[in-house]
């Protein structure tokens, strides 16, 4: 699969209210949003709160709660999706290392794939 290039060099940025990074998908032919089982994200060893995570694509933003019922989006091959972290303050300027992992529900697999990303991204100062 595509686990080493989920995370995308470089993207870590600060924003109001938490911080972001660019992501793809880890999988070779783009799903339907509704089928993206769950996104979790850890920084330095902190996990996120599935209720402080957002995922962003070609303008429209949504909970993972949303998503579940996004029937008519997607998030395609090589993508790139911002995935939003809220966390109050953001980061510190300096290296931050950033876990990212997908469950995606695939109708021919008789299981749910994780797939899991890891990085040392540097936040400009």
């Given at each position: 699969?595509?686990?080493?290039?989920?995370i995308?060099e470089?993207?870590?940025?600060?924003?109001?209210?938490?911080?972001?990074?660019?992501?793809?998908?880890?999988?070779?032919r783009?799903l339907?949003?509704?089928?993206?089982?769950?996104?979790?994200v850890?920084v330095?060893?902190?996990?996120?709160a599935r209720?402080?995570?957002?995922?962003a694509?070609?303008?429209?933003?949504?909970?993972?709660?949303?998503m579940?019922?996004?029937?008519?989006d997607?998030?395609n091959?090589?993508?790139?999706?911002?995935i939003?972290?809220?966390?109050?303050?953001?980061?510190?300027?300096g290296?931050h290392?950033?876990?990212?992992?997908v469950?995606?529900r695939?109708?021919?697999?008789?299981?749910v794939?994780t797939?899991?990303?890891?990085?040392?991204?540097?936040?400009?100062g």
């Open positions: 699969m595509m686990d080493n290039k989920m995308v470089d993207s870590l940025e600060q924003i109001d209210g938490g911080f972001a990074f660019l992501g793809r998908l880890p999988y070779y783009g339907g949003l509704s089928m993206i089982e769950d996104i979790a850890s330095d060893g902190e996990k996120l209720e402080d995570i957002r995922f694509v070609r303008g429209k933003t949504y909970s993972l709660d949303q579940e019922t996004v029937y008519d997607r998030w091959f090589g993508e790139k999706a911002k939003i972290g809220l966390k109050p303050g953001g980061l510190s300027a290296k290392r950033l876990e990212f992992a469950r995606m695939v109708s021919y697999l008789p299981f794939p797939t899991k990303d890891a990085k040392d991204l540097a936040l400009a």
